[in-house]
């Protein structure tokens, strides 16, 4: 009996494989939304904190098999990846020192390859398809992911370039999740309600990164339209 299932199982598992295959950028935009999500939530519990970095980890991996890099390409990303993954999985209290500031430096050039390689990837696309917009969506969150840590360099090189309101804020120092969020809330225009950019520096890259998430938006939708409304003549004929 289960000889005979066996061929079943396997043309399954293949199918499983193949459609996982087909959506990398997808499953890339899971983690990167989860670990979005999650961490507000676990950031005071160790085990919580230890389980993210761990899955953080794991994103970092699964970034460089996603984005296809040819052989050079992926030898620089896997080296990249390998202080990227150590920088989650042993940083596990914050540190205002030269430590938490390498550590910092190392996945913000992280996050810039991989955005790099991704946005080559959806700009070479000539017709738009579900792994086209995730992968936009990838490049999205991880500048939202980049620039928490430019927030976080530039106020571990500047101590006091933000400030928190003591009404809204049970800390008086901003951690990672507070430039996170920031850094969002700046991306989206919506504005951070209880932490302010006081020093110049932080504030020119606020005003860089609203920018940024504005015109890429705008881009992004008039690319799409564009190509779909290439799409709709042939598809009539």
Not at 167 to 185: E, G, Q
Not at 206 to 218: D, K, M, R, S
């Amino acid at each position: 009996m289960s000889t005979a299932h066996a061929p079943l199982r396997a043309s399954t598992t293949l199918k499983m494989q193949g459609a996982f295959a087909r959506h990398k950028l997808f499953v890339l935009f899971l983690f990167l939304l989860a670990t979005l999500v999650l961490e507000p939530y676990v950031e005071n519990s160790y085990y919580g904190y230890l389980a993210l970095r761990i899955f953080g980890s794991a994103g970092v991996l699964y970034a460089v098999y996603a984005i296809n890099l040819r052989r050079t390409v992926l030898l620089c990303g896997i080296l990249l990846s390998i202080p990227a993954v150590l920088q989650r999985l042993l940083q596990f209290q914050p540190d205002k020192g030269t430590l938490s500031l390498i550590n910092i430096i190392l996945s913000f050039t992280f996050d810039v390859f991989v955005v790099v390689v991704i946005f080559r990837r959806v700009a070479m696309e000539h017709e738009p398809t579900s792994e086209t917009i995730f992968g936009a969506l990838c490049i999205y969150l991880l500048v939202g992911f980049s620039f928490a840590s430019i927030y976080g360099m530039v106020n571990t090189l500047q101590p006091g370039s933000f400030y928190l309101n003591p009404v809204l804020n049970h800390h008086s120092a901003p951690d990672r999740f507070d430039f996170v969020y920031y850094s969002f809330a700046t991306m989206t225009t919506v504005g951070a309600n209880g932490i302010d950019a006081v020093s110049r520096q932080a504030r020119s890259i606020t005003v860089i990164e609203a920018t940024l998430g504005v015109l890429y938006l705008a881009v992004l939708i008039a690319r799409l339209v564009s190509a779909y409304r290439m799409r709709a003549p042939e598809s009539s004929d």
